[in-house]
């Protein structure tokens, strides 16, 4: 399930949010995880199953817009799925009050997982 990062979550936030291409760097990803404790436009979610195995970040932009900006997922659990379920959770949180977008970075895993949905409509309908 997707949860709210609180900050006795830190460690573990940083090590996924280092997966990152562009948080490689010690200090850049500090300032990263900063934004998100104290920009009240920047939001953190992490995905807990028994151990916490992902991370999800997005900013407000606007009354209307918000960018998807960090996914990560712990390379053990990767391509189990978690990274859509992730995107899932915050397009249920987000989608109706925002317009959704991805930063560069994440658009191609963003246009994958939205053909991914519509794929899952057309089967059901
Ligand atoms: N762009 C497009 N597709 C990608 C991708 C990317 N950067 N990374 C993985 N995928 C694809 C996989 O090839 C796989 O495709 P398939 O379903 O056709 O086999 C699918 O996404 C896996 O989906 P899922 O299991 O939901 O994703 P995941 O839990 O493995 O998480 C990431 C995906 C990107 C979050 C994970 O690979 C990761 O943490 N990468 C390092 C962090 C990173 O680079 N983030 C920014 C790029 S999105």
Do not use: C
Request: no cysteine.
């Amino acid at each position: 399930m997707l949860i709210r990062y609180k900050k006795d979550l830190e460690k573990i936030a940083m090590g996924l949010l280092s997966f990152m291409p562009d948080e490689k760097d010690v200090r850049k990803l500090q300032e990263t995880i900063q934004a998100y404790e104290t920009n009240e436009a920047w939001h953190l979610y992490l995905w807990r199953e028994e151990d916490v195995l992902g991370a999800i970040g997005l900013r407000i932009e606007d009354d209307t817009h918000a960018i998807i900006q960090h996914i990560s997922v712990n390379p053990s659990h990767r391509n189990q799925g978690i990274g859509k379920k992730m995107l899932d959770g915050i397009v249920k949180k987000y989608a109706k009050k925002y317009e959704l977008a991805a930063d560069e970075l994440l658009n191609d895993f963003f246009e994958k997982y939205k053909l991914f949905i519509d794929e899952q409509k057309t089967e059901n309908e």
